[in-house]
């Protein structure tokens, strides 16, 4: 009975951070979404990227450089791939090495 309300706990602390981590990044990058202003765009697509929110506004002092929204999730990808493929070896390296040490004993 405790496990499973600990397991609740960690599921909904979970859930928690991954709304937050949702609303704040599609905040950062289509709320407060601007074009560089040294190009020129097709019309249309100025319409589609008006920022909602004026650079001037204080709201920008709360989110780190545009730059970041394309940089950050891209490290985070390649660490997670990283570390599943890590993980993957790892763990194929064990069996093997309890598949060569059963072949050892029953040849003994």
Known sequence: ???ALSDMALGGSMLLVAAFVFVYYTTWTIL???LPSHRTFPFFLTLCLQPFFDVSNPIHDYFPAREW???LPAFILVVG???IGFFVGFTIAK???KKALKAKLRAA
């Open 95 to 97: 069996e093997n090495k």
């Open 81 to 83: 791939l990283s570390g």
């Open 32 to 34: 407060l979404a601007s």
């Open 1 to 3: 009975m405790v496990q």
């Open 69 to 71: 929204a394309v940089r």
